[in-house]
């Protein structure tokens, strides 16, 4: 029984149809230098134009997010990589603010990994991240899965450098494997209906939600 509820989620996990994904990050508009730039990431599934964030956002990006495996998470890095940095070119002084949902928490997670070191004045909010590491809790799906979905999706960790960092887990499989397989996938649709809102968050929060409650980074 353990093997088919494993099996059946990690389908889900792995396929999601109904919804029609576009590649790419066509610009909302001209994002001006003042204020924060806030970027988003969607999960399995999602597109540009449909990835369930709102608030004050000036872009969303756009990535391959039918199969959630390593190749679909390097895209949406490397496509966060370029916006950001292009942003920074012609803002060198603006605060940015990214956040991603479930395999966009993924992307913009690696993301932070891989360059705290060489872009600074940024802030990131992780919404069921597949990666992230407990305690509390147990680590994110991403980790039982990893030799099946392969790096950088694989795995979890906190390697986030001196960038601030929101985390935020309920009771959901995905960010948490001790919440057991059978809470996917209704709580990780139904258990965010606030942090979807990017303006529910500062730019300089460090710290992890877990089933509603604040513990430390």
């Known amino acids: 029984m353990q093997f088919k509820r494993a099996t059946t989620a990690l389908t889900g996990l792995l396929f999601t149809t109904g919804l029609t994904v576009s590649v790419g990050s066509p610009a909302l508009a001209a994002a001006p230098c003042g204020g924060t730039y806030t970027i988003v990431v969607g999960g399995t599934g999602s597109s540009w134009d449909n990835d369930g964030f709102t608030g004050n956002i000036q872009q969303h990006v756009g990535y391959p997010t039918q199969i959630p495996n390593g190749a679909s998470a390097r895209a949406g890095v490397n496509e966060l990589n370029r916006l950001v940095r292009e942003q920074r070119n012609a803002c060198p002084d603006q605060h940015v603010k990214m956040g991603g949902y479930s395999l966009g928490a ?9 360059n705290w070191q060489t872009f600074g004045n940024v802030n990131a909010v992780l919404v069921s991240d597949p990666k992230r590491q407990g305690p509390p809790g147990a680590n994110g799906g991403a ?75």
């Open 143 to 217: 980790v039982p899965f990893g030799g099946l979905v392969g790096a950088p999706l694989a795995g979890a960790d906190k390697f986030f450098g001196n960038v601030p960092v929101k985390t935020i887990c309920h009771w959901d499989y995905v960010c948490d494997e001790s919440a057991g397989i059978q809470t996917y996938p209704e709580n990780h649709v139904k258990n965010y209906p606030l942090d979807f809102n990017m303006d529910h968050h500062n730019d300089s929060a460090n710290e992890v939600w877990y089933n509603g409650k604040p513990y430390p980074a």
């Open 106 to 114: 993924a992307v913009v997670h690696t993301w932070v990994t891989e």
